[in-house]
């Protein structure tokens, strides 16, 4: 299984940072795993933005909920990130990956990521 | 601040053992699995140990993890060159009802 991500690695103050990940190797329809996305900020700290199942169903970091969404193209075999009104806060190496958990159970690990994608924002 | 506390960094001699620590709290290393993370400079972190001591196919085991009550432990047994990484690690946190993770710890290999 792999992941790639994709998307503008600079994204301007206020507005939208748009990410895709492309999984080769797995079906993201087959409803076996999660789909996540994580963030690496410049210092190192690692933060959990939010995953997807199959189904459509996401959980989003409360943090980050009131501005993101979380989104499939099967047909694609990819899922999307959407967070809006960024600033510099946002900044950081963003990671997509298979999400080995199950619904309502708390437990949530990582495996395979992606190779991660730097997103700056600045203007 | 991260929700996970690690001493950010550690160092061991080749062929030395060591532990790297992680302390957390009631609403997620008291109650749920603990997984660590192996990241080498510069590429994407790695799972190495999942559910408290579960080593995914592939992981040496000279890694091993292990859990008593808020914090966990993971052991390195003969210190390689190679295993020179920063090491988180994460658990699932019921306040935010999602995953956390440690600030990581630096291990340099004398």
């Known amino acids: 299984v792999q992941l790639e991500e994709s998307g503008p690695g600079l994204v301007k103050p206020s507005q939208s940072l748009s990410l895709t990940c492309t999984v080769s190797g797995a079906s993201i329809s087959s409803g076996s795993y999660y789909w996540s996305w994580v963030r690496q900020h410049p210092g190192g700290g690692l933060e959990w933005i939010g995953h997807?199942?199959?189904?459509?169903?996401?959980s989003y970091n409360p943090s980050l909920e009131s501005r993101l969404t979380i989104s499939a193209d099967t047909s694609k075999n990819q899922f999307s990130l959407r967070l809006n009104s960024v600033t510099a806060a946002d900044t950081a190496v963003y990671y997509c990956?298979?999400?080995?958990?199950?619904?309502?159970?708390?437990?949530?690990?990582?495996?395979?990521w992606g190779q991660g994608t730097l997103v700056t924002v600045s203007s | 601040q991260p929700v996970l506390t690690q001493s950010p960094s550690a160092s061991g001699d080749p062929g030395q053992g060591l532990t790297i620590s992680c302390s957390g709290g009631s609403s997620n290393i008291a109650t749920n699995k603990v997984n660590w993370y192996q990241q080498v400079p510069g590429t994407a972190p790695k799972l190495l140990i999942y559910?408290?001591?579960q080593r995914p196919s592939g992981v040496p085991d000279r890694f091993s993890g292990s859990k008593s009550g808020t914090s966990a432990s993971l052991a390195i047994s003969g210190l390689q060159s190679e295993d020179e990484a920063v090491y988180y690690c994460?658990?699932?946190?019921?306040?935010?009802?999602?995953?956390?993770f440690g600030g990581g710890t630096r291990l340099t290999v004398l």
């Open positions: 990956a298979r999400d080995h958990h199950d619904f309502g159970e708390p437990y949530s690990w990582f495996d395979p």
């Open positions: 994460a658990a699932w946190d019921e306040s935010l009802n999602g995953p956390v």
């Open positions: 559910s408290d001591y």
């Open positions: 997807l199942f199959s189904s459509g169903r996401t």
